[in-house]
């Protein structure tokens, strides 16, 4: 990884620790309300793994010289991240039976919105090398 890789990452990083640590912090108030933190944590944890992984390829995708292959990058990196977390979910429902969050989920989705909001703003600011 180069260096520019690792500044433009570092607002993702920056996320996630501040989300995980928010979310540990507050893991009592969440239960209360009846979010399960350990759902919302491994969404977050899902969600950032699949995005970082999604970026560090549109960066190797850059070089090519087709600008369609930019794209299709991308596109296929927000679908995967989109079909994965929607795995995810339906695995979690089927597996949790009655004593699922659906207040999680619902977070898990929220942490989507950002992390695709936050992907697509790195993403602009990616220039293929000359």
Not at 5 to 15: A, E, F, G, K, S
Not at 24 to 35: A, E, L, T, V
Not at 53 to 76: C, D, E, H, M, S
Request: hydrophobic share 55%; proline share 3%; charged share 15%.
């Amino acid at each position: 990884m180069t260096q520019t890789y690792r500044t433009l990452t570092r607002p993702l990083v920056i996320l996630f620790i501040i989300t995980t640590a928010l979310f540990i912090i507050f893991r009592s108030r969440m239960d209360n309300k009846g979010i399960d933190g350990i759902v919302v944590i491994s969404a977050n944890l899902l969600l950032f793994i699949v995005t970082m992984l999604n970026l560090y390829f549109q960066y190797k995708n850059i070089t090519n010289p087709n600008p369609n292959a930019v794209i299709r990058g991308v596109i296929a990196g927000t679908f995967l991240k989109l079909f994965m977390l929607a795995a995810a979910v339906i695995i979690y429902l089927l597996a949790a039976g009655a004593k699922r969050s659906i207040n999680a989920v619902f977070v898990g989705m929220g942490l989507y919105v950002i992390y695709t909001w936050l992907e697509v703003r790195i993403s602009l600011k990616l220039k293929p090398k000359a």
